[in-house]
């Protein structure tokens, strides 16, 4: 067998794999890279398969892209012939080619030798015109360079994973616009952990993201996927969609028992889901529209970002009779200017702890995510107050859009 392939194109590839397997939810002897060759009556095919805890994906590889000589003898009794690397050890040497200056880097060729994995990376020499009309052959010169990597035997549970059979029926087309949404403004607030704070809910209505500090919802438009309700995806699971799949406008969508499904031009993903959806009833009803100030939301986070200099918390002063919200730590003290109020009347002091992240964080996406331009309402965040007892109230995050909010549960200063 010898497998060859442009460096450029292969290395695009091997990283979408790598954004699955390198997980630090997954055993170390699972963050390898899979290549998959078969030989079949209409020609060869190659796929890079990558699997997690939550994900199975597989890469078919252009046939234009790719040289393959594959003998009889060398697959099994399904036609298939495999390879398998440690992600980091191959990645780590290919992208060690990337920051050279006297050469061109062309192909990667990958040959069994003696149970190993001989991979060798050909460079040609970059030559300046004066170079060539000394030697014109000097930039058809190649220099090779080989590592030896250790074969990795797949072992049998893994085989039915990376074989797992592709739904032809049920596929229905989907637009990526609104999950990119999801992950841009959900995905920061979220860890990377196997608990509450590590899922990104879907039901009939909402988008439910879990923090610490507070939750933050946003609008279900793909409820009427079919796909996108009544489920909750992982951390990964959400990060890879977004970098592997959502880089495509439209890709083929299905809900499968276990899994959703995945289909691009070259590519197959299953993502595991599970339908154990937190209750987060209470949280709503923190959710009260009666009081509220409205500030700048792109001066607000400019504050923040000063007030970020120290890993410190900070004192949040609303008060409505000045105009003011004022923030503060022990070094650094901003007043922002109270863009418009109502419902404010007998809360003249309202004073509490943050940290600064926190805050900002919870003012989901970047600065102009949900501004519209021509209406200057959409620049501003509007912080709802609500008192729940003489000891708390929440504070809720929140904008003209009505297509997001954060609610927290704040404890004042007296």
Not at 36 to 63: D, N, W
Not at 333 to 343: L, P, R, V, Y
Request: aromatic share 10%.
């Amino acid at each position: 067998m010898r497998f060859s392939c442009n460096y450029n194109i292969l290395l695009g590839h091997l990283q979408n794999v790598a954004n699955v397997v390198e997980d630090s939810l997954s055993s170390e002897d699972d963050k390898n890279i899979i290549f998959q060759f078969k030989q079949t009556e209409a020609g060869q095919v190659v796929k890079l398969v990558g699997l997690s805890l939550q994900v199975i994906f597989r890469e078919e590889l252009p046939a234009e892209d790719y040289n393959l000589t594959l003998g009889e003898d060398e697959v099994d009794s399904n036609g298939f012939a495999y390879i398998q690397l440690k992600s980091k050890d191959l990645l780590a040497f290919l992208n060690s080619y990337k920051s050279v200056r006297r050469t061109k880097v062309n192909d990667v060729i990958l040959e069994p030798v003696n149970g190993k994995i001989k991979c060798t990376v050909t460079e040609s020499p970059i030559v300046s015109d004066e170079e060539l009309s000394l030697d014109p052959l000097a930039a058809d010169r190649t220099m090779f360079s080989q590592w030896m990597f250790s074969n990795i035997p797949i072992k049998p549970n893994k085989l039915p994973l990376i074989n797992i059979v592709a739904p032809t029926e049920g596929l229905a087309d989907f637009s990526t616009t609104a999950f990119r949404l999801y992950a841009s403004c959900l995905l920061p607030i979220m860890e990377n952990i196997q608990s509450l704070y590590g899922y990104m809910m879907f039901d009939a209505n909402n988008v439910v993201a879990f923090n610490k500090a507070y939750i933050s919802v946003m609008k279900n438009a793909l409820a009427d996927t079919g796909v996108f309700t009544d489920i909750r995806l992982g951390y990964r699971s959400i990060d890879f969609i977004n970098k592997a799949i959502c880089v495509a406008d439209y890709v083929q969508v299905a809900k499968l028992e276990k899994h959703i499904f995945f289909k691009t031009a070259l590519s197959e993903t299953f993502v595991t889901f599970d339908s154990k959806l937190a209750p987060y009833q209470n949280q709503l009803d923190l959710y009260g529209k009666d009081s509220c100030v409205k500030v700048d939301r792109m001066y607000l986070k400019d504050v923040l970002k000063r007030l970020s200099l120290n890993n410190d918390a900070i004192v949040v002063q609303i008060k409505p009779a000045d105009n003011i919200i004022n923030l503060s730590n022990s070094n650094f003290s901003q007043d922002i200017e109270i863009k418009g109020q109502f419902g404010m009347e007998g809360l003249d002091h309202i004073k509490f702890k943050i940290m600064p992240d926190v805050l900002s964080k919870a003012i989901i996406g970047d600065d102009d995510t949900f501004y519209r331009e021509g209406d200057e309402e959409t620049a501003n965040t509007y912080l709802y107050y609500k008192a729940i007892s003489d000891s708390k109230f929440s504070i809720t995050f929140a904008d003209s859009t009505d297509t997001w909010f954060s609610v927290a549960i704040i404890v004042p200063l007296r």
